[in-house]
């Protein structure tokens, strides 16, 4: 069976930075195409980053850019987000995803999930 394990996650003030990882366990899984995702209380799940197999050319949402950094180390088969300049309206339960599909952006391109781990940033 493969798990996701995303990890980093905590409380932190606004304008504070936190570093999440997702990494693979059980049998063998490389991290292919992986993605962010997150999910506010009441909220969809919305997309954050996205970085290929290769590492070239990351995506963000409008609302991360120029704050987050994806990146991937595929010796370690882990994919990190660094999040800087944290504002309250970004707590939410980060998942990281892997997949396939063309749509990068949405849930459905995805076929494994992690659990997720909650970022809170106060204000």
């Known amino acids: 069976q493969v798990l996701l394990v995303e990890s980093g996650g905590g409380l932190v003030q606004a304008g504070g930075s936190l570093r999440l990882s997702c990494a693979a366990s059980?049998?063998?899984?490389?991290?292919?195409?992986t993605g962010w995702f997150r999910q506010a209380p009441g909220k969809e799940r919305e997309f954050v980053a996205f970085?290929?197999?290769?590492?070239?050319?990351?995506l963000y949402a409008d609302s991360v850019k120029g704050r987050f950094t994806i990146s991937r180390d595929n010796r370690k088969n882990t994919v990190d987000l660094q999040m800087s300049s944290l504002k309250p309206e970004d707590t939410a339960v980060y998942f990281c995803?892997?997949?396939?599909?063309?749509?990068?952006?949405?849930?459905?391109?995805?076929?494994?999930w992690g659990q997720g781990t909650q970022v809170t940033v106060s204000s």
């Open positions: 995803a892997v997949g396939s599909g063309s749509d990068y952006n949405t849930p459905r391109a995805y076929d494994y």
């Open positions: 059980g049998r063998t899984f490389i991290l292919g195409n």
């Open positions: 970085i290929s197999w290769t590492g070239g050319s990351p």
